[in-house]
């Protein structure tokens, strides 16, 4: 099988002839740049530069001689873009590493501190001095009122939002007809000159977008007291996220195999809102989008990023039209893997728990990594339904031994 045959043999349920594994195919299955550089070093890979396509995060493109290295078998679609070394500035990490990072972002740097800036001025995020990541420091919605809001300008609000104001690359690119035509030219030749499954990163969140921009706790508190406010956001979200899917898998449809939508949906110790919550605020939504993926490209699998413990909303995730979810978060409340596997295992695609993140890659000997690794492996791969991927992304200062260590595991 080449990568792309083994990737879909194992989302429709049957056994592949290896584990299908995915190492940076997504924003939530990478590696940090920090750690990229280290990993780079022990391989002995003096080639390429250290880019790094999500600022926010700080996570490294992982490039084709690493891919290869570990037998990856996914790749994201943004590799189809940014390929002109111009497209790309210089920038320094935390630690002291020469990276370069999107020449359209915005980043400005304040005594020892940086800021992520939108095109019109505003400041978006910081990285304070000693801090890897970009934490969000403006709402734009915060100070509005919501209870007679008609969100007519949420496109507009889009760009003062942390997550939806830094796009990645090929997220970058404005769905106009020059846009598309970009798109769909990008795809096209990423798909032309891979064997990998490519996967589109399409986003269409619900649930995550209002707490960006007003505030987690403040969208929490309005989801009981404004609960028709509430409904009305996330019917204005679905047109316009509608809207854009229709526009985007015209240019991108022919040339993926996976559409990730995102929503956090869960906590450690479970779902962050009651089963009768999703059902109201999120799943007719869910269900509008992914219904409308299939009619306008039947051969994309839906595939979900949702951390946290969402086991409970499973049934109601699979009757909206979803396939597979990431990053199976095997620490939390209800997601086991035996059990998971056990009773969903036969209709719906686990793309991750193959090695936790929180307590065994970072903390773990390069032994405990291994042993774990093969254990997760035999729970879940059986029968199909399982594409490798740890937990999600592997963080600064995971030790290199154990990212060796859990790579070496899966083929071993």
Known sequence: MDSRERVLTAINHRQPDR??????????SGIAAIAYAKLKKALGITSGNIYVYDMIQQLAIVEPPVLDAFGADVIEMGRGFMLDDKEWKPWV???GTLCKIPAYINVEKRGDDSYLI?????????????????EQIHWPLANRPMETDDFSDLADVFKHGMWTGVPTPGNHIPLTPAG????????????????????????????EIPEWLYGMEKYLTYMVLYPEACIRLSEKLCQLHLSNLEKWLSAVGPYI??????????????PLISTAMYRRYYKPYHKKLWYRTKELAPHIKIHLHSCGGIEPLFEDLIDAGLEMANPVQITCRGMDAHSL????????????????????????????????????????NPGGGFIFQQVHNIMADVPVENILAMFEAIHG
């Open 93 to 95: 990490l935390p630690d």
């Open 257 to 270: 195999d996976i559409i990730l939508f995102g929503d956090d949906l869960g906590g450690q110790n479970g």
């Open 341 to 380: 596997k056990t009773e969903y295992g036969s209709r719906f695609t686990f793309w991750g728990g193959g090695c936790d993140t929180r307590y065994i890659l970072p903390r773990a000997t390069p032994k405990e990594v291994t042993k774990h690794v093969k254990e997760q492996i035999a729970i879940l």
């Open 118 to 134: 939108s095109d019109d001025g505003v400041d978006l995020a910081i990285q304070k001095n000693g801090c890897l990541y970009f």
């Open 180 to 207: 598309l035509k970009r798109l769909a030219a990008g795809a096209k030749a990423l798909r032309e000159s891979t064997d990998r499954a490519i996967i589109g990163l399409f986003g269409g969140n619900l649930f």
């Open 19 to 28: 584990v299908p594994v995915d190492f940076g195919g997504h924003r939530s």
